[in-house]
């Protein structure tokens, strides 16, 4: 074995044909039972969840009624990227997202780093849209039943205070436990039967934003939207500048589309079907989120939205008078964020078992069960880990760190673009590119995740830094030694 620099050993590449093939090594293949129409719905599923049912009530009060403008923003921003996705997972359809596009462009310890990003972003966002689903579903047996889970039962021990954090022995929040629980065994059967149930969910949950339209625009009123800007400049939020204040927090609603690219190993005709899997979806989120802001803001003052709780819930029964469409709304918001707790644990599953493969971390993390063909300790790990963050911690402490992972992730994946074209790797794929040329839209795509990044408060870039540190410490302790390619060399 030739000796290499530490230079070499970080920046080694996974090449795109061993990328393809390292997920159909003998006793460790996943099945490939996931078709387009299955894959529009993960994506679908992944995104619009906890985002549209609580985002209003955060940025209206920022832009006021062009908030509009802020979704499409942040739809633009995730369009931009997702269009960087679907060239790689066209070129590269390997299980792991953006994970495997670093490694077979920047190298593995890139690679590393955009893995522990990916860890980040779905392990919490699995968390945080679990903590989510027991507000609505407490909200849900209040209206239809008139009992409430007991508040020892929903509370969790770690929270925002307002000295900081503050610590509740004793407290824990049982519902998002239970949901992780019942995710846990769905994911344990197999990718095309929890497919299966995240594309019903899916479609009923479309039905009740669909619902939630019809009804606030039976009290849509056009001078809702006049002034059209934020007028208020005492948190410098007039005009433009809420516009943008608002983007930042609308984008989370958009995260979930890289899900899409997770499954790559699981598609049937993946050069084909990731990229479209990723546009359909972007497509037919954007149009329900405008669809769904243009209704709000019609059927209610933009005043009127800031620290409303169950917005949605709410504005329905401001304009029907009545309760029941507040409780289908309120269903509704229980079956959609189980169908992003649900994807986003099989994300962070299926990101284990790709750096698994490459030796990164231990080989327990790729063994899948013989008949499902699931990787069963390793998705079982994950739903303890997401299951006790949910239960413990407050859903505040989340959210922004999940943005970082997320933006971190997508800006990796923007510059793997150019690399990728540089190096013709997977030139011969044929399959889907980014259109004018590998720079313009990968840049664009840089510089709106760098925008949005800046908005992220301190404490996160803190928290991050910290998770980053102990990432690194994991790759020199153990993955440099234990990588496959380092046994290549």
């Given at each position: 074995m030739?000796?290499?620099s530490l ?8 090449p795109?044909?061993?990328?393809e093939q390292?997920t159909?090594?003998q ?15 993960i994506?679908?599923g ?5 985002g549209?049912f ?7 009060p920022k ?8 979704f499409i ?5 995730a ?6 996705y679907s060239e790689?997972?066209?070129r ?7 994970y495997s596009?670093?490694y077979a462009t920047?190298?593995e310890?890139?690679a590393?780093?955009v893995?522990?990003?990916l860890l980040?972003e779905y392990?919490?966002a ?7 689903w027991?507000?609505y ?7 239809a039943?008139?009992w409430?889970i007991?508040?020892?039962l ?12 503050e ?9 998002p436990?239970?949901?992780v629980a019942?995710c ?12 299966t ?5 899916v479609?009923?949950?479309?039905v009740?934003?669909t619902f939630f ?9 056009a001078?809702?939207f006049?002034?059209?800007?934020n007028?208020?400049n ?18 989370f609603?958009?995260?979930g ?10 598609v ?18 954007t149009v329900?989120?405008l ?10 003052p933009?005043?009127?939205f800031e620290g ?8 329905l029964q ?6 029941w ?6 269903a509704?918001a229980v079956?959609s ?6 994807v986003t644990?099989?994300?962070q ?5 790709a750096i698994s493969k490459d030796g990164?971390i ?8 013989a008949?499902?063909?699931t990787?069963?300790s390793?998705t079982?790990?994950?739903?303890l880990?997401v299951?006790?963050?949910?239960g ?6 989340l ?7 997320t933006?971190v ?6 510059v793997?673009v150019?690399?990728i ?5 997977g030139?011969?794929?044929?399959g ?7 720079y313009?839209i990968?840049?664009?795509s840089?510089l709106?995740?760098?925008?949005i990044?800046?908005d992220?408060s ?5 928290v ?6 102990v ?7 153990y993955?440099?030694a ?8």
């Amino acid at each position: 074995m030739r000796q290499v620099s530490l230079g070499q050993q970080m920046t080694r590449t996974k090449p795109i044909d061993h990328s393809e093939q390292v997920t159909d090594d003998q006793g460790h293949s996943l099945h490939r039972s996931l078709g387009l129409f299955s894959l529009t719905m993960i994506g679908v599923g992944s995104t619009i969840g906890t985002g549209i049912f609580f985002t209003m009530v955060e940025a209206v009060p920022k832009a006021g009624p062009s908030v509009i403008l802020s979704f499409i923003i942040a739809a633009i921003t995730a369009g931009l990227t997702a269009l960087c996705y679907s060239e790689l997972s066209s070129r590269i359809p390997a299980s792991g997202s953006s994970y495997s596009y670093a490694y077979a462009t920047v190298g593995e310890f890139g690679a590393f780093i955009v893995a522990a990003c990916l860890l980040l972003e779905y392990g919490l966002a699995a968390s945080a849209t679990a903590i989510g689903w027991s507000a609505y579903l407490n909200n849900f047996l209040t209206n239809a039943l008139g009992w409430q889970i007991p508040e020892m039962l929903r509370s969790p021990m770690i929270v925002a205070g307002a000295n900081g954090v503050e610590f509740h022995a004793g407290q824990f929040n049982l519902p998002p436990m239970v949901l992780v629980a019942i995710c846990c065994i769905l994911l344990l059967r197999g990718a095309k039967e929890s497919a299966t149930v995240n594309a019903v969910m899916v479609i009923i949950k479309l039905v009740i934003l669909t619902f939630f339209a019809v009804v606030a625009f039976s009290g849509f009123n056009a001078e809702h939207f006049t002034p059209f800007f934020n007028t208020d400049n005492s948190k410098g939020l007039a005009g433009m500048a809420g516009v943008t204040a608002a983007a930042g927090t609308v984008f989370f609603s958009f995260i979930g589309l890289d899900t899409v690219a997770t499954a790559g190993a699981e598609v049937k005709d993946p050069k084909r079907n990731v990229p479209l899997g990723i546009m359909a979806a972007l497509i037919v989120v954007t149009v329900f989120y405008l669809l769904v802001a243009v209704a709000a803001v019609g059927a209610q003052p933009a005043k009127m939205f800031e620290g409303q709780e169950a917005g949605l819930a709410v504005i329905l029964q401001n304009v029907t008078g009545k309760a029941w469409p507040a409780l289908i709304l309120s269903a509704g918001a229980v079956i959609s964020v189980f169908s992003v707790t649900l994807v986003t644990i099989y994300g962070q599953s299926r990101i284990l078992f790709a750096i698994s493969k490459d030796g990164l971390i231990p080989s327990s993390f790729q063994r899948v069960h013989a008949r499902t063909r699931t990787p069963v300790s390793n998705t079982i790990m994950v739903c303890l880990l997401v299951g006790i963050v949910a239960g413990l911690v407050d859903s505040t402490f989340l959210w922004d760190m999940v943005s970082m992972g997320t933006l971190v992730a997508f800006m990796v994946v923007s510059v793997a673009v150019p690399v990728i074209r540089k190096q013709k790797l997977g030139e011969g794929a044929g399959g889907f590119r980014v259109p004018f040329g590998p720079y313009l839209i990968p840049g664009l795509s840089i510089l709106a995740c760098l925008y949005i990044l800046k908005d992220l408060s301190a404490t996160t870039y803190h928290v991050f830094f910290i998770w980053m540190a102990v990432a690194i410490a994991i790759y020199f302790l153990y993955s440099k030694a234990h990588s496959h390619l380092n046994k290549q060399q």
